[in-house]
């Protein structure tokens, strides 16, 4: 009662994400797995279809952290079974987190452990014992720009014979190197559970990933399609930890630019919901660094807002929009779609 137009849009978005996500948890959000069939070039050993939803529902659970009364209390079982089911998956105690568990010949890797950690924090569950080793192993191989390795995996001469194995399939199949979308989550997460221990890490991670800008205000992924998550988690980072301030400018001005005249966004011609919440988000994690006119950034988000409730399916969910690329392998989810327009709408609340 009394709200404005723009906030019973808001709220009815947020509503519509909240029950999708309501009806998929008794489901274990099912949806949301990711079922690979990898191809017989890449010569594993394993079973040809693997499949992984740590990554996933972890994710889940950080848009759920957003939500407040009256969701808050409904979703807390949720939240609870969520995070038992994540922390129950490990794969290594030295490494970490995989994003397909149950392939041992893929190892461990530096997005999966950021988005676990994110989750713990949130949830108060981020203990020492659990992150202190595969934090350590991914760091031990970093590089002198500030930089480090998506995949997690021991010194050359502390590796097991899977280990080996891992690394060896990194270089033929996986594919080495370090990835700005990763180390921003990674960077992230690790600001948001101790800025004061990791700070020489964070700062010249940020230096790194600044570096990676593109001329057009986003960044590049190797992991994901499209420039909108990989512009969004290296913004979220820098605004975090106040840096970058110049990077994150000629992004929002980009964003702001960039809006189609329906009030969505995307990497071609149509409104992807993915893409316009991914944008929001970006928006809103800028705010802190006031590079752009706050009503500037209030009217936009709103205008994205409302192409998101346009873009709601009769079921009252969004497109299961393509998100994640392995191996030329595209992948999305209705879910994950929803879980984005969740945080978008749950966060814009502080405008």
């Given at each position: 009662a009394g709200s404005s137009p723009e906030d019973a849009n808001r709220l009815a978005v947020l509503w519509a994400a909240a029950q999708h996500l309501a009806v998929q948890a008794p489901r274990a959000f099912g949806e949301a797995r990711h079922w690979m069939k990898i191809s017989e070039d890449a010569g594993l050993r394993s079973r040809p279809t693997q499949a992984?939803?740590?990554?996933?529902?972890?994710?889940?659970?950080?848009?759920?952290?957003?939500?407040r009364a009256?969701?808050?209390?409904?979703?807390?079982?949720v939240i609870a079974h969520e995070v038992a089911h994540v922390m129950q998956s490990r794969v290594c105690d030295s490494c970490g987190w995989g994003y397909l568990p149950e392939l041992d010949e893929l190892p461990a890797d530096c997005d999966s452990l950021a988005q676990v950690l994110q989750m713990a924090?949130?949830?108060?569950?981020?203990?020492?014992?659990?992150?202190?080793?595969?934090?350590?192993?991914?760091?031990?191989?970093?590089?002198?720009?500030g930089s480090f390795e998506?995949?997690?995996?021991?010194?050359?001469?502390?590796?097991?014979?899977?280990h080996q194995r891992q690394a060896e399939l990194v270089e033929r199949v996986w594919?080495?190197?370090?990835d700005p979308e990763v180390m921003s989550n990674l960077l992230y997460a690790l600001a948001l559970w101790n800025r004061q221990r990791f700070d020489d890490r964070i700062a010249a991670g940020c230096r790194y990933i600044v570096s990676c800008q593109r001329p057009d205000g986003t960044w590049p992924g190797r992991w994901y399609v499209g420039p909108?998550?990989?512009?969004?988690?290296?913004?979220?980072?820098?605004?975090?930890?106040?840096?970058?301030?110049?990077?994150?400018?000629?992004?929002?001005?980009?964003?702001?630019?960039?809006?189609?005249?329906?009030?969505?966004?995307?990497?071609?011609?149509?409104?992807?919901?993915?893409?316009?919440?991914?944008?929001?988000?970006?928006l809103l994690a800028a705010r802190p660094?006031?590079?752009?006119?706050?009503a500037a950034i209030r009217a936009s988000v709103f205008r994205g807002l409302g192409a998101l409730g346009r873009l709601r399916k009769p079921d009252g969910s969004w497109a299961a929009d393509p998100f994640l690329t392995m191996r030329e392998l595209v992948w999305g989810s209705s879910t994950l779609t929803t879980t984005y327009v969740l945080k978008a709408a749950a966060l814009a609340e502080a405008l």
């Amino acid at each position: 009662a009394g709200s404005s137009p723009e906030d019973a849009n808001r709220l009815a978005v947020l509503w519509a994400a909240a029950q999708h996500l309501a009806v998929q948890a008794p489901r274990a959000f099912g949806e949301a797995r990711h079922w690979m069939k990898i191809s017989e070039d890449a010569g594993l050993r394993s079973r040809p279809t693997q499949a992984g939803d740590v990554f996933q529902r972890a994710l889940i659970v950080d848009a759920l952290c957003d939500l407040r009364a009256p969701f808050d209390e409904s979703f807390a079982p949720v939240i609870a079974h969520e995070v038992a089911h994540v922390m129950q998956s490990r794969v290594c105690d030295s490494c970490g987190w995989g994003y397909l568990p149950e392939l041992d010949e893929l190892p461990a890797d530096c997005d999966s452990l950021a988005q676990v950690l994110q989750m713990a924090v949130r949830c108060g569950e981020a203990r020492r014992e659990d992150f202190d080793r595969p934090l350590a192993t991914a760091f031990g191989t970093s590089h002198g720009d500030g930089s480090f390795e998506t995949w997690i995996l021991p010194r050359a001469a502390e590796r097991d014979a899977v280990h080996q194995r891992q690394a060896e399939l990194v270089e033929r199949v996986w594919g080495p190197g370090a990835d700005p979308e990763v180390m921003s989550n990674l960077l992230y997460a690790l600001a948001l559970w101790n800025r004061q221990r990791f700070d020489d890490r964070i700062a010249a991670g940020c230096r790194y990933i600044v570096s990676c800008q593109r001329p057009d205000g986003t960044w590049p992924g190797r992991w994901y399609v499209g420039p909108y998550y990989s512009t969004y988690v290296a913004v979220r980072l820098l605004a975090r930890v106040r840096d970058g301030v110049p990077a994150v400018k000629r992004t929002i001005e980009a964003l702001l630019a960039g809006q189609r005249p329906d009030g969505a966004w995307s990497r071609d011609h149509s409104p992807r919901g993915l893409d316009t919440a991914h944008a929001i988000l970006t928006l809103l994690a800028a705010r802190p660094l006031e590079v752009a006119d706050a009503a500037a950034i209030r009217a936009s988000v709103f205008r994205g807002l409302g192409a998101l409730g346009r873009l709601r399916k009769p079921d009252g969910s969004w497109a299961a929009d393509p998100f994640l690329t392995m191996r030329e392998l595209v992948w999305g989810s209705s879910t994950l779609t929803t879980t984005y327009v969740l945080k978008a709408a749950a966060l814009a609340e502080a405008l």
